[in-house]
């Protein structure tokens, strides 16, 4: 069954805005990725989250977990045009999947306009 | 992290002909992956490219659709044989960083070869 799922799917702000993105999942996890596709790119990953994590930063960026509620948030601050793109979060696979098989939501569409 | 690239970048091509894609890493990796991305989709994952053996497929997909091959621990193929336009989508090898402990459990993207298929 697909893990992580994106909402909302398009998020639209003003530069200098935070953005926040959240990603529900279905199953227990080991960790939690995301990651950024600028259109029909590759991905550039971005943070990885261990499920014994809560919180991570990583420049403009904050990721939080909660295991509990089987769902993560990602907040980029001051946002720029250049941040513009679809972003992703992808869960590790449950027991008995694939080793290292990643699943994929649908992703975010943000859009920073200047 | 690793370095990955992958030839062609793009592609048009035409109904019932093959496509090999190749995955270049500049490092060592074990693990090894091949992904799918239909447009306006998320990613799929194809295969497992397990070096030296054959690969492991996932549920929905077979070798002789989508025939792989890893001869070492650094490069990869991926076949799409027998095109139709369904098969139109961005296709994306990954690698899993085990080159130390930071990198463990991380999966690092190619660009991506973006295939049309008419």
């Known amino acids: 069954s697909q893990q992580g799922e994106e909402d909302p799917q398009a998020l639209s702000i003003q530069e200098g805005e935070n953005a926040t993105m959240n990603c529900s999942y279905k199953?227990?996890?080991?960790?939690l990725q995301w990651y950024r596709q600028n259109s029909g790119r590759g991905l550039v990953h971005l943070i990885l989250i261990r499920s014994n994590e809560r919180e991570k930063h990583s420049g403009r960026l904050r990721v939080t977990l909660d295991t509990s509620k089987k769902s993560s948030s990602l907040l980029i601050t001051a946002s720029r045009a250049a941040d513009t793109a679809s972003y992703f979060c992808a869960t590790d696979a449950d027991r008995g999947s694939t080793l290292g098989r990643l699943y994929f939501g649908r992703g975010t569409q943000l859009t920073v306009w200047p | 992290s690793a370095v990955i690239s992958q030839k062609p970048s793009r592609d048009i091509c035409q109904r019932g002909t093959s496509l090999t894609i190749q995955c270049q890493v500049d490092?060592?990796?074990?693990?090894m992956f091949w992904y799918r991305q239909q447009p306006g989709q998320s990613l799929t994952l194809i295969a497992t490219a397990n070096q030296g053996s054959e690969a492991t497929y996932e549920s929905g997909f077979v070798i002789d659709k989508f025939p792989i091959s890893r001869p070492n621990l650094t490069f990869s193929t991926l076949t799409v044989s027998n095109m139709s336009p369904e098969d139109s989508s961005i296709y994306l090898c990954?690698?899993?960083?085990?080159?130390?402990?930071?990198?463990?459990?991380?999966?690092?993207f190619g660009p991506g070869t973006r295939l049309l298929v008419l």
């Open positions: 490092s060592q990796v074990t693990m």
């Open positions: 199953t227990s996890i080991n960790n």
């Open positions: 990954s690698v899993e960083g085990d080159w130390d402990r930071v990198s463990q459990e991380t999966q690092y």
